[in-house]
């Protein structure tokens, strides 16, 4: 595992895939994709080998400045997102919870988040 990848996840590259795969935006920019990735890791290279990758499958299209979800999938709240009682730090803010979400993807498990940062990091907000 590469320094700043989450500590639950065994391949940083196959859940970043993951993520923007199911983000519900039509377009965002790069900036905002890196703020969403940078959940799963905050080292450049892997952030790169994210968007490379997606790109190669399909999963997004990068054109100047924006990237474009492709796979029209998105995380449902009732089935695919775990609520946790316990101390956390979100992944996206860093803001202390006691009530932590988890998005469950095929290759691990993303969070813990606050409520209103899940619904940004998908793209619900």
Same mark, same amino acid.
């Given at each position: 595992m590469t320094d700043g990848d989450? %500590? /639950?996840v065994e391949d940083p590259v196959e859940l970043g895939v993951e993520l923007l795969a199911n983000l519900e935006f039509e377009s965002l920019s790069v900036a905002d994709s890196i703020d969403r990735l940078e959940t799963v890791t905050t080292h450049p290279r892997t952030t790169r080998r994210i968007l490379d990758e997606a790109e190669r499958r399909g999963v997004v299209e990068r054109e100047g400045g924006e990237v474009q979800p492709q796979g029209g999938s998105y995380v449902s709240f009732q089935s695919d997102v775990v609520t946790k009682e316990d101390e956390f730090s979100c992944r996206r803010c860093g803001a202390s919870i006691e009530t932590g979400y988890f998005i /469950?993807? @095929?290759? %691990? @498990?993303? %969070?813990a988040f606050g409520s209103s940062c899940i619904r940004k990091v998908t793209g619900r907000e």
């Open positions: 989450a %500590g /639950n /469950n993807f @095929e290759h %691990g @498990e993303l %969070g």
